[in-house]
């Protein structure tokens, strides 16, 4: 396992300690507005697998957490 993965992994335990383990789900519009980068360059990183997405129903679905630790790098 990844240093990575072990790290998502202790995040997911504390946030279901907290009680906050509550998905926010975003359309690339939201994601778009939230980052102030533009829908072009969203879908590029998703394209390029940088941003992870859930495909519903033909549009693109983005879960808070994985913007934001793509965001943060």
Do not use: C, H, P
């Not at 009680?19 to 980052?35: E, F, W």
């Amino acid at each position: 396992m990844t240093e990575y993965r072990i790290l998502e992994e202790i995040q997911n335990i504390k946030e279901l300690i907290a009680g906050s383990k509550t998905k926010r789900l975003m359309t690339i519009k939201d994601v778009s507005d939230y980052s102030r980068l533009s829908i072009s360059t969203i879908r590029r990183q998703v394209r390029l697998g940088t941003l992870k997405v859930m495909r519903k129903k033909g549009k693109l679905i983005f879960n808070m957490k994985d913007v934001n630790r793509w965001l943060n790098g």
